[in-house]
């Protein structure tokens, strides 16, 4: 469907806060955009510095001369980490860019910490090198990508692999038939407790009548025609009475306001009520149950894009029964949420981008169902602790980019979702990053709400097969959804779209400093190994890591440990790496020459001990400095 108004110039985002176009003659490089629901003509002028990303620019304050640090277009975490508290007007040398010698030295040392120097240099910004070049390394095009052809074993249900559907239906172009063996209705802890459960049940309100199944309620209500946003309001408040006063649907009328009345009415005629239809189908899509992914247990859960489907319009609709509830004591208190309320309530323009991203995927599924599977994975290191001090394992090939994003440069690689513990984060809130992001565009992986627990320290969660189904631009507060796509990816033999995400969270420091101890060390090193792993419970093959900056930004890491981190993480898995530094030279630059310096002289083993010593005796200075005094150590093994 094609609404007034449809610019045929696609707007493609290559990370964060950096955007090209392309117009229909680019040809088919990229999946074509369909019918948008973004906003009439908007575009970003400009991309965003990273100065003015984070808030250390208003976005009216584009002359960066006038701002206390002069012509400077990049400062890094740690120098930005430094500067903190100080006086921002410190003199500068005539025409040098550079401080003066008032630098407030011991101010810094008390606010820092005792046991780390600093020197003047350390608080200067540091300039972003113009390279010319968009990346170092090795080409991408050198880098191991999933083959769509490569042998695969039968697919065979397991009971540490849960298959939902009947695999004898699994096939090209058809979707699969929902299971139909022996059937049960479970309530207990260990599975998904469904809306159709006739353990569901609400109490009447009169004391004689006693209570009754709920999903006679949830049928009758979404059975109803539904032409206005308070009609979506009030059938789900009519089966979630608790929360009648209390659930706002502020951000979801908004969102409605916001499209022209031509999407307007399309979505509340065609694609709500589809959705409703698809929703009260569950008991026939979704038959047998679905197992809790639970820590410390390794299974994996395969089910169609049918019945994910069927489960996000039953999410959206808030009919999944004690998931509500938000105490910490409550069933649920270590699983994410599912329902939509959330996302329904307090209205800002970043829920409605969410909202346009979410219905450019319920648009294509109620309209055409898609007919492949998607893997649920949940993978656990072994109970013996890692010895990373014996490491062997040499490093293996670095293509670093400061151009691209890990979805769009990383296809057909093993694609790093920078994780929350509790899997999509803020997705069904108010958060709106990079993991929210890819849940969003690949809307699928909100599925694994339903029934992932919180990860431990050792565990990941590897999702395979999930589509995207949507573009967007900008980050965070700047995130716009530029329409709905068609993924075309290639689908392996178990009729899965070749597109494997692995969700890792990294440690959250609340003191940056944190993070160079050594059980810091440690814990993100075998984070990052729990994903890169090859399995041996499911096939999968030994492609390249598409990463980037894995827990920096809010969750307080620096680039240079952690992607050190991460290329030692994945020589050990022997897997090759694409790291997109998101428009950071200076990041591309350090990393490419700490990989150079490394790559043929030292094993992870030898890494890591380096690592601990100097962890041990507070080796380094500074975090801008880190790199170059461990080398100065390292050269001395």
Partial sequence: MHFPGQDKTETHSLGTGQHRKTSESDGDSHPKLLHPLSKSG?????????????????????????????????????????????DHELPREKDSGQ??????????????????????????????PDHGQSFLGVSIDHLKKTDPTHPMPQLRPSPEHVVLVEVSTVRPGSIPTPYKGRLADIWNQDYVKMPHSQHNLYEC?????????????????????????????????????KYERTWKFNALHG???SLKAAEREYHLTVVIPKMAELALKLPNICPKPIPLLKKGHQRAITMSQQQVACLLCNAFFCTFPRRNATQGSSEYATYPSINFNRLFDNENSNKQEKLRALFCYFDQVVNDM??????????KLSCKPKNWSKSRAKFTKLHVSREGTIEEKGEGMLQVDFASPVVGGGVLGSGLVQEEIRFLINTELIVSRLFTEKLDDDECLLITGAEQYSRYQGYSRDFVCEGAMRDETPRDYWQRRCIEIVAIDAIRFRDPRDQFTRASIERDLNKAY??????????????????????????????????LLQLMAAAEAGRDVAYFTFDDSFTMKELHEMHLFVEDRFTVGQLFTCLKKCCKAKQWSTMSSFYDEFRSEISKM
């Avoid at 008032?102 to 003047?120: N, P």
């Avoid at 898609?370 to 993978?379: I, N």
């Avoid at 827990?551 to 620096?558: E, I, K, P, V, Y």
Wanted: aromatic share 10%.
């Fill in 42 to 86: 908007y575009k970003h002028e400009h991309p965003k510095g990273p100065l003015e990303q984070h808030g250390f620019l208003s976005s009216n304050n584009k002359d960066l001369d006038k701002t206390p640090w002069g012509a400077v277009d990049y400062i890094d975490e740690d120098t930005r980490s430094k500067v903190k508290g100080l």
């Fill in 370 to 379: 898609r007919t492949g599977l998607v893997t649920f994975e949940r993978r």
């Fill in 99 to 128: 401080f003066s010698d008032v630098c407030h030295q011991e101010k810094r040392q008390k606010d820092m910490g005792a046991h780390y120097s600093f020197t003047k240099e350390e608080v200067l910004p540091t300039r972003r």
């Fill in 205 to 241: 309100n009169s004391a004689f009548t006693g209570t009754k199944c709920r999903w006679n309620l949830i049928t009758k209500a979404l059975g109803k025609k539904m032409s206005s946003v308070h009609d979506i309001e009030n059938a789900i408040k009519s089966y979630n009475k």
């Fill in 530 to 563: 729990c994903g890169f792993l090859v399995g041996s419970f499911l096939p999968q093959q030994n492609v390249s890591v598409a990463t980037g900056n894995w827990g920096c930004g809010a969750f307080n890491g620096h680039p240079k440990m952690k992607g």
């Fill in 255 to 257: 969102f409605f306001t």
